[in-house]
């Protein structure tokens, strides 16, 4: 499904594909690997304060105890929601067809409505999972702009299209995943 060019000064790779909620899932869990410890530890001082709120207001550790916990559950499911919501935004568009250039046309989406053209430096990184890569935002945010799945690709063109990446993005996992 995947084709790939190669000319003198550019590299392209072309990715045809539709994405489903398991993708989005997919692109939110790797995007929050992205954020570090410190970032985690933002993320749980939402659930921190909400349960201190409920204790001071409650007088009572258990009720805080729950709100902590339910706090905590309702972070987790917000990513499913979000893969939920973009998968049924995602299907009434249909399939997309995304071309990877290593010129400075960067990536073009082109769905069966519309047609966007990103730079690369309108993106801030990359993270690559099992399953797909997941472009991002630039930083301090690091939203998830797109996700490349990897079954619409053959072995050569997930290579090829990781050299682009690496060449033109910051990787922002950890470690890259393994095969």
């Known amino acids: 499904m995947a084709e790939a060019r190669s000319a003198a000064e550019s590299t392209v790779v072309e990715l045809r594909y539709e994405l489903g909620r398991s993708d989005w899932s997919d692109a939110f869990r790797a995007r929050g690997k992205t954020r570090g410890i410190r970032g ?7 659930a921190v304060l909400f349960a201190a709120s409920v204790w001071l207001i409650s007088d009572s550790p258990s009720a805080a105890a729950c709100a902590f916990v339910g ?8 990513a499913g929601v979000l893969a939920a919501r973009h998968a049924k935004v995602g299907a009434a568009m249909g399939p997309w067809t995304v071309t990877v250039s290593d010129s400075d046309e960067a990536v073009c989406f082109t769905g069966a409505h ?34 490349l ?9 997930t290579d090829r299209l990781r050299a682009v990446l690496d060449r033109r993005l910051p990787r922002r996992a950890a470690r890259p995943p393994q095969h």
């Open 40 to 46: 985690r530890l933002r993320g749980l001082l939402v």
């Open 149 to 157: 799945p990897k079954r619409a690709l053959g072995r050569d063109d």
């Open 114 to 147: 519309m047609e966007t053209r990103r730079g690369w430096q309108s993106l801030g990184g990359y993270v690559e999972t099992a399953a797909g890569f997941v472009l991002l935002s630039p930083a301090p945010h690091l939203l998830v702009v797109h996700y």
């Open 71 to 78: 706090s905590l559950l309702g972070l987790v499911a917000r």
